[in-house]
Nanobody
Framework: EVHLVESGGGSVQAGGSLRLTCVASGNILSTYCMAWFRQAPGNEREGVAVVEGDSTTRYADSVKGRFTISRDNAKDSLYLQMNSLKPEDTALYYC?????????????????WGQGTQVTVSS
């Protein structure tokens, strides 16, 4: 069983930055696909960014050029550096993982989920 725990959320003003961290435990392999999703109140959960074991990445259009996903397999950790934050980035951010990686941003591909960390961006 894989367990994911997110941290690093908070409240920032527009234009600010935050770095989210997800620590995995329970036999997660470096070949797993790991991703960040987010869900704002009243909205569907949407994929933000995904990274393969070889560090190939894919981003949602809404965050390209502002967010960077990375992973440290030695520490079983996933990161999301978020710069130039906008009020529309406000959401609960989730870490997700799956053993078979298709570099997808649709939630149904993912088997393991964290509890989420809140990001609030004020204008």
């Amino acid at each position: 069983e894989v367990h994911l725990v997110e941290s690093g959320g908070g409240s920032v003003q527009a234009g600010g930055s935050l770095r989210l961290t997800c620590v995995a435990s329970g036999n997660i392999l470096s070949t797993y696909c790991m991703a960040w999703f987010r869900q704002a109140p009243g909205n569907e959960r949407e994929g933000v960014a995904v990274v393969e074991g070889d560090s190939t990445t894919r981003y949602a259009d809404s965050v390209k050029g502002r967010f960077t996903i990375s992973r440290d397999n030695a520490k079983d950790s996933l990161y999301l550096q978020m710069n130039s934050l906008k009020p529309e980035d406000t959401a609960l951010y989730y870490c997700a993982a799956v053993s078979t990686c298709y570099l997808q941003l649709q939630r149904h591909y993912y088997d393991f989920w964290g509890q989420g960390t809140q990001v609030t961006v004020s204008s």
